[in-house]
């Protein structure tokens, strides 16, 4: 005849033992749980921002070793084909552009470009084709484009500056301090720029630069600029009165820094001599009004002599 052992019940000490421990697992539970919640909220994004990235992340991966295995069997260029299609339809495709840096150019010149890449998959969008179509653009000195995934294309434009307008046989063009013609530009918009005038004057700019850099005091005075015979400049100030400078880079300088030198003693601008001619060295041809060109009794050399000695 078999006989049953039956076990004794918990102890009243082990029930209340096990209660307690399962009570501090739930709040070590809730703790971390609130703890969860309260980095969250910390983050400087959202959960399904952060979801996007995690898929971004596995399907990165996921091409970079579907690349190497296809690049392995010999078939890279059918394979990247197959995986822009797979990112595509997980939705890394262009849906927007995001155009920053834009205050002269024409936005529609930008869009017409940037949007042919619209609903493409993001990996098949050649960044660097389409950064060249944007160099080609003439108010555009620098270019760079990104990818913001999922779905955005981010242009950034380094615009040139319009430093003066090159007059034309017909029109005026706004350039750039390195001579890039920007666009046409008409003559109530290039009121109050420097007008820049004469054959291959356009290409000089960094020498006119350099030339009235040398006496900053002219700069304001002149209104035009005129390269002569392909080798050196005459000045016109807003006064209509005419300064005739020598060639070379050092000796235009010189003579304009002594003009500057002479007006600031004898208020040379805005008085009767209509045109000052400096070609020769140690003397200025003045022409009056009605009067044929007269070699004036001035030296510049002695008065920049005298304003050194003064100083």
Avoid at 134 to 148: F, I, N, P, T
Avoid at 155 to 161: G, K, L, M, Q, T
């Amino acid at each position: 005849m078999s006989q049953t052992i039956k076990r004794k019940g918990k102890s009243a000490r082990c029930s209340a033992a096990s209660q307690g421990k399962a009570r501090k697992v739930r709040q070590a539970r809730a703790r971390t749980g609130s703890a969860l919640d309260g980095a969250m909220a910390m983050l400087p994004f959202s959960e399904e921002t952060m979801h996007r990235a995690f898929m971004a992340m596995i399907l990165g991966g996921a091409v970079a070793l579907a690349w190497i295995a296809a690049s392995m069997a010999g078939l890279p260029t059918l394979a990247g084909k197959q995986l822009a299609s797979v990112a595509g339809d997980a939705g890394f495709e262009v849906r927007r552009v995001d155009v920053r840096g834009m205050e002269n150019l024409n936005e529609i010149k930008v869009y017409e470009r940037a949007l042919a890449e619209r609903d493409r998959a993001m990996p098949l969008v050649d960044l660097v084709a389409l950064r060249q179509q944007l160099l080609e653009l003439s108010w555009v000195k620098d270019a760079r484009v990104s990818r913001q995934l999922p779905d955005t294309l981010v242009i950034d434009i380094v615009e040139r500056i319009p430093h003066a307008a090159l007059r034309k046989a017909d029109r005026l063009v706004l350039i750039d301090d390195e001579g890039h013609e920007l666009e046409p530009v008409s003559r109530e918009r290039a009121k109050g720029k420097l007008i820049v005038c004469g054959p291959g004057a356009g290409k000089q700019m960094r020498e006119l630069g350099h030339l009235l850099d040398a006496a900053p005091a002219m700069r304001p005075q002149v209104r035009e600029a005129e390269w002569i015979g392909n080798r050196r400049w005459n000045l016109t100030f807003k006064t209509d009165q005419v300064l005739a400078l020598p060639e070379g880079g050092k000796e235009s300088a010189a003579a304009l820094v002594s003009f500057a030198r002479l007006d600031g003693t004898n208020r040379l601008i805005g008085g009767k001599i209509v045109a000052f001619d400096m070609r020769a060295r140690d003397r200025i041809y003045l022409r009056m009004p009605g009067r044929a060109a007269e070699a004036a009794d001035i030296n510049p050399a002695a008065v920049a002599s005298k304003q050194q000695e003064t100083h």
